[in-house]
């Protein structure tokens, strides 16, 4: 899986520790997430979509 949480995030100027604080998550999930390491669940992807005020369709591309 691929994702574009990096792009999003750094045109908002945010930080790593900034996007997983508004999560409610460690950094560690977020450079994991934006490696496309880490699946999230249903609930993760929508709290970082919220917080990067788009849509999961936009984040996360599904190989």
Excluded: C, W
Aim: aromatic content about 8%; cysteine-free.
């Amino acid at each position: 899986m691929k994702t574009n949480i990096k792009e999003f995030r750094t045109k908002q100027n945010l930080t790593q520790e900034d996007l997983a604080r508004k999560v409610g998550v460690r950094r560690e999930t977020i450079v994991f997430l934006e490696k496309g390491k880490y699946n999230p669940s249903l609930q993760l992807a929508h709290g970082v979509a919220k917080a990067l005020k788009t849509n999961i369709d936009k984040l996360f591309i599904f190989d």
